[in-house]
Structures are given as C-alpha cells and as structure tokens.
Nanobody, 119 residues
C-alpha cells in the first residue's frame, strides 16, 4: 500500500503560478513512476507529468511543456509540480499517482487538489 497526500492547489489568475506537492508514505521503495494527472469538469482525466523515481527522468503532456516542471525529493518521498504561466484551461482537480515496479498502470492515487485559473 502507498498513501499519497497532495497540497498546494488554489485560485490564481491567468499568467500566475502555483506549486503542488505530493507526499508518499507506505511501500515507497516499490514506487517506479510518480505522476500528476488532472480532470476538468465534464472531461476525462488526463496525464500531466511524470517522473521516474530512480533517475528523475521527467515526462510531460504537450499541453504543459515549457510551463510546468515536475521534480522530486527522494529523501522526503515527495514530488512537486511547479506550474507557471497558468491558463484557464489548466483548471481542474490535480491528482498524484504512483506506478509500482512490475506494474503497467498507476495503482495508487491521492485525493486530489483543486486548481482554478481565472481569466
């Protein structure tokens, strides 16, 4: 079992910045990927960014490349999502998730944190 707790969401004007955090606990030594996903009202959940825990290699959705940065602090079992140049279309519930070694899907999810970008 892996438990995930997100924080850092809120309301920001377009062009502003927010930093999300996701702290993992439990079987963290089994974690291979950690990622961020978001879901806007009436839309399906979509991938935002991920990071490989053993080497820090990041990956981003095209829609956030150049604006968002994913990073991690392995000592704290925490990942971050720095979001800059926010747009109204970035609005949604942002959730952290982990994929374990030997698995092919994200199997543990946090409760999510709301990000609202006003125009």
């Amino acid at each position: 079992q892996v438990q995930l707790v997100e924080s850092g969401g809120g309301l920001v004007q377009a062009g502003g910045s927010l930093r999300l955090s996701c702290a993992a606990s439990g079987r963290t030594s089994s974690v291979y990927f950690m990622g961020w996903f978001r879901q806007a009202p009436g839309k399906e959940r979509e991938f935002v960014a991920s990071i490989i825990r053993i080497d820090g290699k990041p990956d981003y959705a095209d829609s956030v490349k150049g604006r968002f940065t994913i990073s991690m602090d392995n000592a704290k079992n925490t990942i971050y999502l720095q979001m800059n140049s926010l747009k109204p279309e970035d609005t949604g519930v942002y959730s952290c998730a982990v994929r374990l070694f030997g698995e092919f899907t994200y199997s543990y999810w946090g409760q999510g944190t709301q990000v609202t970008v006003s125009s």
